[in-house]
């Protein structure tokens, strides 16, 4: 049980953590300052330090927070599902959930973090790591029902599942900059999620005898 103080120092951290991100889409991460983002959240800019000692603890603590959020969130709705199809798909949904949530996030993660080599060596790429492990136990639970073909590589197509997803949410993202509106693109995240399901889902499934 928290008490009083532990709420305020929690409550100031959020604070913090979604001024930085507003701050680091608006000016990009290798542009902002702690001043900056300070200023949006309107703290001191020693607070800042108080709670992280640089800018880049800040975005790894953004990205770590959020990862932690969807892997939790998936991992509840997983466990209550038997169909490894249905799993696969409640991942889907998750993701796609939360960043039309917070289309902020989704700039950071696609644009930022793919132009940053903070993540490579550090806590945080742990994140990424849990929730591949996780799409691969699902991939080997459709192995053993007979869902998926026996020679299935599972940790290849693991990655190539993720790098869809990524490749979708940043298609998403730049689908409503000016230079591809002018072009008239259209773009439903829903859509491209559930087209990229029923790919690999068809994909996965051996020929029926």
């Known amino acids: 049980m928290f008490n009083k103080s532990d709420k305020r120092i929690i409550d100031k951290r959020m604070v913090i953590l979604d001024a930085a991100l507003r701050t680091f889409v608006k000016r990009g991460y290798p542009e902002t300052k702690v001043a900056e983002i300070a200023s949006e959240a309107k703290v001191a800019e020693g607070t800042i330090y108080n709670y992280f000692p640089s800018k880049e603890d800040l975005l790894l603590a953004l990205f770590d927070e959020k990862w932690n959020a969807i892997i939790h969130?998936?991992?509840s709705k997983i466990n209550r599902l038997d169909d490894p199809n249905k799993k696969l798909k409640a991942i889907f949904s998750s993701v796609v959930r939360m960043?039309?949530?917070?289309?902020?996030?989704?700039e950071i993660f696609m644009i930022d973090?793919?132009?940053?080599?903070?993540?490579?060596?550090?806590?945080?790429?742990k994140r990424i790591v849990d929730f591949l492990d996780l799409i691969e136990e699902i991939l080997e639970e459709g192995k053993r029902e007979g869902m998926y073909r026996k020679d299935l590589n599972t940790r290849v197509a693991k990655m190539i599942i993720f790098g869809a997803a990524q490749g979708i949410l940043l298609s998403w993202v730049l689908s409503?900059?000016?230079?591809?509106?002018n072009k008239t693109f259209k773009f439903?995240?829903?859509?491209?999620?559930?087209?990229l399901k029923d790919v690999f889902k068809s994909g996965l499934v051996g020929e029926k005898k």
């Open 73 to 75: 969130e998936v991992k």
């Open 99 to 106: 960043f039309r949530k917070n289309r902020q996030l989704a």
């Open 113 to 125: 973090i793919k132009q940053s080599s903070i993540f490579l060596n550090n806590y945080t790429i």
């Open 176 to 181: 409503e900059s000016t230079a591809v509106k």
């Open 188 to 195: 439903s995240l829903y859509q491209a999620a559930k087209t």
